[in-house]
């Protein structure tokens, strides 16, 4: 499997001792574990998983240490990509139509990281994509003025044409899942049965 976790309370060895188990129930399903692939990390340094990057760090304005999770830098190159080659090519097509493409491929995006610590992600592609949309309108019309082109292709200084308006992530709701328990339990923190005579 490409991303797989195991999530242990414990120390490195006992983290260790559970990738054998891992690869007897992955086995059940077809799969293998990948030794090569795999390593121990410290909630503190963090990993990837699924597009996210999860990492515990102190908290803004306070002395608590929370897990986060967030786009991976993996995730945010990947998506880059996809707006820098929407936005490469210089077409014919109209200014509406470049508006919704690139709404297409970045709302699916930012829907999926929703559940996420994701505002400043919103926030670094939203600010990407208005400067890569502001570069193609330049190079459509190379010998107008600045002043011209946000007045026919801007609402103030929001990208928008014919009514389209040009998709902005910062506008997706984030709704993050909590963990309520108190406490996971693990295989090393379990009471001693009693001794029977």
């Not at 129930?25 to 990390?41: C, D, F, I, N, Q």
């Not at 240490?65 to 990947?78: D, F, G, H, V, W």
Request: hydrophobic fraction near 30%; charged fraction near 30%.
């Amino acid at each position: 499997a490409d991303d797989f976790v195991i999530l242990v309370n414990g120390t490195r060895e006992q983290a260790e001792t559970q990738w054998e188990e891992a690869g007897e129930v992955l086995s059940e399903v077809g799969l293998r574990l990948a030794m090569e692939k795999t390593r121990v990390v410290h909630i503190d340094e963090g990993f990837d998983f699924l597009g996210f990057r999860i990492r515990r760090h102190r908290q803004k304005g306070s002395d608590q240490r929370l897990i986060y999770t967030y786009p991976s830098k993996r995730s945010m190159t990947r998506i880059r990509r996809k707006v820098k080659e929407v936005t490469k090519r210089i077409t014919h097509e109209p200014a509406d139509e470049l508006y919704l493409r690139l709404g297409r491929k970045v709302c699916g995006w930012a829907r999926y990281f929703r559940h996420g610590s994701s505002s400043q992600a919103y926030h670094d592609l939203q600010h990407y994509m208005w400067w890569r949309v502001w570069a193609w309108l330049c190079n459509k019309h190379p010998r107008t003025s600045k002043r011209w082109i946000i007045h026919r292709y801007y609402n103030g200084w929001q990208p928008e044409y014919n009514g389209v308006k040009l998709y902005q992530p910062t506008t997706m709701t984030i709704k993050r899942y909590r963990y309520r328990g108190a406490k996971i339990p693990t295989p090393w923190d379990q009471p001693t049965p009693a001794a029977t005579t």
